[in-house]
């Protein structure tokens, strides 16, 4: 029989709860280093779980290759020991075949966590943004990492410094704006408490304007002049990860970006659109190590081999993201190329043990 759709189901259902199992342990990991991290507030015990749980989930584009590798690996190595895979054998499957389901069904998969999951990911968390800065004004300012991003008006230039970034590009923390003249020459300096994103333009709060002279004036509110969207914010500060494939890809069409808010757009799209077949990489690679037939000893070591060829694959990608998104690499080949890569180990390791 060419088909068998009920050893191909069996197989992929397997697989795919194999695979959501190690994503679980995973994502659980990653909440409890949020819990430590400071995040869980028992006054607001609700929103800080929400927000452990969203934060946790925004490393799945990262962590899901590696899961799925694990998973399948752990699966593939239960069935060959309780000998399953012999008796799918036996009726007439090859490797080849038992992989095909499966690895269509990771394509699936893959489109789903592309396109549908990562999308309501960062619906939750702008939502529960939004819920905080309703909350209280003061929790909504952020904190952190110093943040740099151009401005400019004609031939005037500003540079905003900020102690922190709120996650949807809206809300800078401490700011500080150095001006620049159209004549060149430095204009006035501008302090302020927060500044905040609205209708396309910055509005510095609470702050102080010192002019060349040393002369300094109040203010409660300032509008920078200037037009920027958030989402050129977001992209200006790498944080393509907070936007949705969909909307980087309506500001790819407006085409209004920066070389480098292009090329962090432009890699963040390629990630998504190539993770499935980073996926099908995975698991060609688990098959490879874990489907041989063996008549003595324990799949441990072919495990080991496994996890090793799946962390060079996830440090190539990372590696490959960075230069991708800085503009050092081509996006479509720095995403494209390490799920390529993993395909290409696949195969050519599942040759060796199959076919020697």
Request: hydrophobic share 50%; aromatic share 8%; charged share 15%.
């Amino acid at each position: 029989m060419l088909w068998m759709p009920r050893l191909s189901f069996h197989l992929s259902r397997r697989l795919v709860a194999g695979s959501l199992y190690a994503l679980t342990i995973l994502l659980a990991l990653i909440g409890v280093i949020e819990i430590f991290t400071g995040t869980l507030n028992f006054a607001d015990l609700w929103r800080s779980l929400a927000q452990i749980g969203l934060n946790a989930s925004s490393w799945l584009l990262d962590i899901l290759p590696v899961g799925v590798l694990v998973g399948c690996m752990l699966t593939l190595s239960s069935m060959q020991e309780h000998r399953e895979l012999i008796v799918m054998k036996a009726t007439g499957l090859s490797v080849w075949r038992m992989a095909a389901a499966p690895a269509i069904t990771m394509v699936v998969f893959g489109v789903i966590v592309s396109f549908l999951v990562d999308p309501l990911v960062i619906a939750g968390q702008r939502g529960l943004d939004a819920s905080r800065q309703s909350a209280t004004e003061e929790a909504a300012i952020p904190s952190g990492g110093e943040h740099w991003l151009g401005l400019e008006d004609g031939d005037a230039r500003f540079h905003i410094r900020s102690r922190g970034m709120s996650r949807d590009g809206k809300t800078l923390g401490r700011t500080s704006v150095f001006s620049v003249e159209e004549s060149g020459l430095p204009g006035p300096l501008f302090t302020a408490r927060y500044a905040t994103l609205e209708n396309n333009r910055w509005v510095l709060h609470d702050g102080t304007q010192t002019s060349r002279l040393g002369e300094t004036e109040p203010f409660e509110e300032l509008i920078l002049p200037g037009f920027v969207s958030v989402e050129r914010v977001r992209l200006a500060q790498g944080a393509g990860s907070s936007m949705s494939y969909f909307e980087i890809m309506q500001q790819l069409r407006i085409g209004e970006l920066g070389d480098t808010q292009r090329a962090v757009a432009q890699m963040r799209v390629s990630r998504l659109e190539a993770l499935p077949l980073l996926l099908v990489g995975a698991l060609l690679i688990a098959f490879a190590v874990t489907a041989g037939y063996r008549r003595t000893g324990t799949p441990g070591v072919n495990i080991l081999h496994g996890i090793l060829l799946g962390f060079v694959v996830y440090v190539l990608t990372s590696l490959a993201d960075r230069a991708g998104s800085a503009g050092v690499l081509d996006t479509a080949f720095a995403a494209w190329g390490p799920a390529i890569l993993s395909i290409v180990i696949g195969v050519t390791v599942l040759l060796y043990v199959e076919d020697g």
